[in-house]
């Protein structure tokens, strides 16, 4: 049976390179396995006036959707002043919402992401991990990908063309892939 990941970039940024981990990924997973993209491109900023009044937005319905019939979830994180995007922050939140809450509990969630600086977002994964403990996912700590210095391992389109980071793309993906 084909397991299903959802995955999610923390960017909207054209050449973003999560973006671009996250296509790589798509393309690198093993047979039996498939990355479902999803987008929060269209994910409104969370007001809670506006959920009372007309409920989920229809992008997060979307997302919701396919995190219910994912069988993991990858998170794709850019680092903005060491933590979370607010953007990224900000889609989860609305997922978590109206039936989103339990859709959540027990998921497998694997976090990765990439950026210019030394430390390929250390300091965001991290601060991922409080808000995954809250949403109970089932967190999974066994392996760990910082692309550091992504401007010399992406080309201008955001796409992954380093093979030595793409090898250990594989591998994660391999090792998250087995523990769903
Ligand atoms: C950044 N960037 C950044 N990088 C990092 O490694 N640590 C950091 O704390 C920050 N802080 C930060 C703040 C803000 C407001 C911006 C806009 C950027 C740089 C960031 O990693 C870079 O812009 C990446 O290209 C973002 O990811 P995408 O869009 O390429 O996926």
């Known amino acids: 049976m084909t397991k299903t990941i959802l995955g999610l970039s923390g960017s909207l940024r054209r050449a973003s390179f999560n973006a671009g981990l996250l296509r790589a990924a798509a393309e690198l997973t093993l047979d039996g396995v498939k990355i479902e993209t999803g987008s929060i491109r269209d994910v409104p900023l969370y007001d809670g006036d506006l959920e ?97 210095r992504a401007g010399d391992l992406f080309d201008g389109d955001g796409n992954l063309t380093d093979p030595a980071s793409r090898d250990r793309l594989a591998d994660f993906l391999d090792g998250f892939a087995r523990a769903i």
């Open 52 to 148: 009372q009044a007309k409920g989920l937005p229809t992008s997060v319905k979307t997302l919701q959707t396919q995190l219910q019939a994912a069988d993991g979830v990858l998170l794709v994180t850019p680092e903005y002043n060491n933590g979370i995007p607010g953007v990224f922050k900000n889609a989860i939140d609305w997922m978590s919402r109206g039936p989103g809450l339990e859709m959540w509990v027990g998921k497998p969630v694997a976090v990765l992401g990439a950026s210019p600086g030394g430390f390929g977002t250390i300091m965001a994964q991290n601060h991922w991990l409080p808000v995954l403990r809250t949403l109970k996912v089932d967190f999974w700590a066994e392996g760990r990908l910082m692309v550091a």
